[in-house]
């Protein structure tokens, strides 16, 4: 459940000067940890506290001693922390930034495919509503997906949700013959297998990076695939000078903040867009977020038997990762 101001309201309320410093101010004074992920817009990403993957801000959340975490992501991210931390305050600057991952598995009927299905165990990806992972066994990302499903005992049979394209991966490096459940990312299935080979000819060179939620076509031609975190890693310690990253490129920034003497090239789109950049993680901005934190809302609340429910799954996960 989400809580806001009136847009209006919001719209007729003036901006300091120094947004940077207003937003560094309100920090202290709310004893505040400003959360961001990777394909957040750079500016959002510079006045983080804790820069990361999926798997990382989740643990940022369940360490962090601040009284209000501002969560620059998208709903299911901001859900989480709030899962970990039922006594702070969550602030997510826009509503609307949703995902297209969880938005593809509808609570109502993943309930009924669980059902007809009672013998598995359900691992979810993090990329999921709260309802999702409160039906889950356990919660996993893409940087520990690997790692989780193997310490699965082999006799037991695998739900694994809700991105098609994670899950197929997972099997293939695992081994294990998983159910998927039939969700993608929007972002993620936009690149093109045609213009990925063309721009290959003209970069002989260059590496391609990928991350798993992309199409087999697309992840055949990688020479390396990985979490977020994991491409960021590899960029710095691979002495290769160029790379093509099919991504979306919101990671480029720490990429090139890193690795400044690398050659970085975005994947191409299907389409002449600016498809390979998350529309809902874009809506966040630096007047939204300076805006959420002086009025301490968009809240992010919801039922304490959901929240308990949905816990369990998530400690798993953390408790696997370590």
């Not at 983080?48 to 969560?71: E, P």
Request: charged share 20%; glycine share 2%; net charge negative.
């Amino acid at each position: 459940m989400f809580t806001t101001l009136p847009r209006t309201e919001i719209q007729s309320q003036k901006l300091p000067y120094d947004l940077v410093s207003s937003i560094e101010q309100l920090k202290k004074d709310l004893n505040a940890v400003i959360l961001a992920h990777y394909y957040q817009e750079p500016d959002l990403q510079d006045v983080a506290d804790y820069l990361g993957d999926s798997l990382g801000l989740a643990q940022a959340a369940a360490k962090t001693d601040a009284d209000v975490i501002v969560f620059l992501g998208v709903h299911f991210m901001a859900e989480t922390a709030k899962i970990l931390n039922p006594h702070k305050q969550v602030l997510l600057p826009d509503l609307n930034a949703g995902c297209s991952l969880a938005d593809s598995c509808p609570p109502a009927e993943f309930a009924a495919f669980k059902a007809a299905h009672p013998d598995h165990v359900v691992v979810s990806y993090i990329n999921c509503s709260a309802a999702i992972k409160a039906m889950s066994d356990i919660i996993c990302t893409s940087a520990n997906a690997v790692k989780i499903v193997n310490q699965i005992p082999i006799d037991r049979s695998i739900i694994f949700a809700p991105d098609r394209n994670l899950g197929r991966y997972v099997s293939e490096q695992t081994g294990r013959d998983m159910l998927l459940w039939q969700g993608s990312c929007m972002v993620h299935e936009i690149f093109s297998e045609r213009k990925l080979v063309e721009l290959k000819q003209r970069y002989p060179e260059a590496q391609i990076i990928a991350h798993p939620e992309c199409e087999p076509p697309v992840l055949r031609h990688a020479d390396y695939i990985g979490s977020t975190t994991a491409l960021l890693k590899y960029v710095q310690s691979n002495p290769c000078p160029t790379f093509i990253v099919v991504t979306e490129e919101g990671i480029m920034h720490q990429m090139r903040k890193l690795a400044p003497e690398k050659k970085l090239i975005p994947a191409p789109p299907e389409h002449d867009c600016a498809c390979n950049q998350c529309p809902h993680m874009r809506l966040n901005t630096l007047e939204k977020l300076y805006l959420s934190m002086k009025n301490r809302s968009p809240e992010v609340t919801m039922d304490e038997s959901l929240r308990q429910a949905a816990l369990y799954p998530i400690q798993r996960m953390l408790e696997l990762s370590a």
